[in-house]
């Protein structure tokens, strides 16, 4: 068994460590030693980084109270200085912190439950509760009634008992015997064997980034501490140059976009109705120019880089004509596209006239026999021949 140095001293970054055994798996190359202050991944929470000796410890996984320290290289039984990377630590015990903050204040403020989290210092972590949706007044009671503690900067007691009657835990833990109990000053206790800040002031500060829901849960995405920071640096960033390009104030910032995106959605529209009309009009003309076969019409046209579902709307119009059958291309210099489409009145399958089109392009397609639509790859020397045949498909 190795003894958990973190337990007890989880602000320690340096100790001698002790090489007791060597181990060589799939994992990679493992030291054991006698104590560690290296924590392993679990209960939510990833494992420490840093050295030993000159070795880097890139893993830390526990098996049956034996701590395995997976290295980037190998080293000899044996003592070594060793050292946390404190940064990847202390943003962890803000965050497992944090997240102890957020699990009682969920369950004194909002009676839910935490169902299961992920603790990361380098994304936001996230806690699961079983409720399908959190409303924006329930967000903003949790984050004020979070920060709250964390400005109170209460003590974060970690110690052990036998007993679990003992104490008043939110979530009684399933197992007997000694237990680890996490408690927040007169107001919470948990049985976890993470690593935590020793008062909630610590923790700096919490703030609920996004929530998204999952089956019939609700997951909350949170940054605490130095991560909060950063967080809203990036925000704080984003939004100044935004107000600046729009030659505004960042008070104004949301009142403007609000108003830029209602002229947005006005224009879009005004533009769809402008691009019906022309289609329109093109459709005309093209129906106008369409070639005579018996007593059919053919209209044939080859376009570049236009877009495909543009070229669809086109041949959809031309085959409200009697008697009209269109085949519609576009080329990008590499890529062919192709429409067909005929009138009702035709006795011709737009599928099976697509088809047609596609064998000597080795393309494919489908649709029905009204329209139909396929590709494929192409050249400027294959395009010279895309319609000679069309009239003899007729």
């Known amino acids: 068994m190795t003894k958990k140095l973190y337990f007890d001293a989880p602000l320690e970054t340096e100790f001698t460590a002790e090489v007791i055994e060597i181990q060589r798996d799939e994992r990679g190359f493992g030291v054991i030693l006698s104590e560690t202050l290296f924590y ?28 395995i320290h997976i290295l980037d290289k190998e080293i000899e039984v044996g003592n070594y200085p060793a050292k946390i990377d404190w940064d990847r630590r202390f943003a962890n015990m803000q965050h497992h912190s944090g997240q102890h903050i957020f699990s009682a204040v969920f369950w004194k403020e909002l009676g839910l439950e935490t169902i299961s989290s992920h ?35 209460r003590a974060m007691k970690a110690y052990f008992v036998e007993n679990k009657d003992s104490v008043p835990f939110r979530r009684p833990p399933k197992v007997d015997g000694k237990i680890r109990v996490i408690e927040i000053e007169a107001y919470d206790y948990s049985a976890c064997g993470g690593t935590h800040c020793p ?76 691009r019906e009309m022309k289609l329109e009009i093109e459709a005309q003309k093209m129906a106008q120019l369409a070639e005579a076969v018996g007593e059919k019409w053919l209209a044939t ?33 590499s890529k062919l596209s192709l429409v067909t489409a005929c009138a009702d009145d035709t006795d011709i399958n737009a599928n099976d006239f697509l088809q047609k089109h596609l064998l000597p392009l080795e393309g494919r397609g489908g649709g029905d026999k009204s329209i139909a639509q396929g590709g494929g790859v192409s050249d400027e020397d294959s395009l010279k021949d895309l319609f000679t045949k069309t009239k003899s498909y007729l």
């Open 40 to 67: 392993p991944t679990g209960g939510g929470q990833s494992h420490d980084t840093g050295t030993i000796g000159s070795a880097r410890v890139v893993d830390v996984i526990i098996e049956d109270e034996i701590i």
């Open 119 to 153: 603790i990361s210092g380098e994304t936001p972590t996230t806690i699961d509760f079983n409720k399908e949706m959190l409303s924006d007044k329930e967000i903003t009671l949790v984050e004020k009634a979070a920060n709250k503690l964390v400005f109170e900067n």
């Open 301 to 333: 046209a080859l376009f570049e880089n236009r877009n495909a579902g543009e070229l669809r709307l086109l041949a959809m119009k031309l085959r409200a004509y009697p008697g009209m059958v269109a085949v519609l291309a576009s080329f990008d210099g």
């Open 199 to 274: 008062r909630t002031g610590m923790v700096g500060m919490l703030k609920i980034v996004r929530t998204e829901r999952i089956n019939q849960k609700t997951r909350i995405h949170f940054v605490a501490g130095w991560q909060a920071l950063a967080y809203f640096d990036e925000t704080q960033k984003a939004a100044q140059e935004s107000a600046q390009f729009l030659a505004i104030g960042i008070d104004a910032l949301k009142k403007t976009v609000e108003n830029q995106h209602v002229q947005l959605k006005s224009a879009q529209s005004e533009l769809k109705k402008l």
